[in-house]
């Protein structure tokens, strides 16, 4: 009888931790950890442009559909470096990332959105950063598709649908490229 117990309760275990939902937990946590360290690392890209006022190594950065599609990027990256004042001191991350991938038979599709706050020695401001670290189908897509900054005190305005920057009422608006909505 005690065999029976010793044997069944080995079972069960190699079972339990075996388990599709278990090993889905596990890499689904890995995943997640793995994606915050490439969004902080993307942010750490975007900061050291910005200490060495380095707007070709922020302008690669993006895809190439990213700056394709914004409405003159060299005016708007300008724009970003006359509005961005002070020295970074530090940066904190509030929550996320928020990831969206798709897997359809190896054509894998990954949007990441992560969000920050950046201090200088004048300012605090709130990042927001989309990125598409993959997209096996389309190779252009990879890189950072958004930066939208504002001072930090501004940030609640970017969600409110009425402010139309994030959202027109309930309905999301896109954005490409680096995008200042509030100056």
């Known amino acids: 009888m005690r065999k029976l117990t010793i044997i069944s309760t080995l079972i069960?275990?190699?079972l339990f931790l075996s388990s599709c939902s278990l090993g889905g937990l596990r890499t689904e946590m890995l995943n997640r950890d793995s994606d915050e360290t490439k969004a902080n690392a993307r942010l750490e890209q975007v900061i050291e442009a910005i200490k060495s006022k380095d707007k070709?190594?922020?302008?690669?950065?993006?895809s190439k559909?990213?700056?394709e599609e914004a409405v003159d990027f060299d005016s708007s990256m300008n724009d970003f470096f006359d509005f961005f004042q002070g020295k970074?001191?530090?940066?904190?991350?509030?929550?996320?990332?928020?990831?969206?991938?798709?897997?359809?038979?190896?054509h894998v599709k990954k949007e990441v959105s992560s969000y920050y706050y950046v201090?200088?020695?004048?300012q605090k401001y709130f990042f927001l950063l989309r990125d598409y670290p993959v997209d096996t189908d389309h190779p252009?897509?990879?890189?950072?598709?958004?930066?939208?900054?504002?001072?930090?005190?501004?940030e609640e305005k970017i969600w409110d649908g009425d402010q139309k920057?994030?959202?027109?009422?309930d309905q999301k608006i896109s954005h490409v490229g680096i995008y200042i909505p509030i100056k």
Do not use: Q
């Open 119 to 122: 201090n200088t020695d004048k």
């Open 12 to 14: 069960l275990g190699m």
């Open 88 to 106: 970074v001191d530090s940066w904190e991350k509030p929550s996320g990332p928020k990831v969206s991938e798709t897997n359809d038979y190896g």
């Open 65 to 67: 559909k990213a700056l």
């Open 165 to 169: 920057i994030l959202y027109d009422g």
């Open 140 to 154: 252009d897509n990879v890189g950072l598709y958004l930066l939208l900054v504002v001072k930090s005190e501004d």
């Open 56 to 62: 070709d190594a922020l302008k690669s950065l993006f």
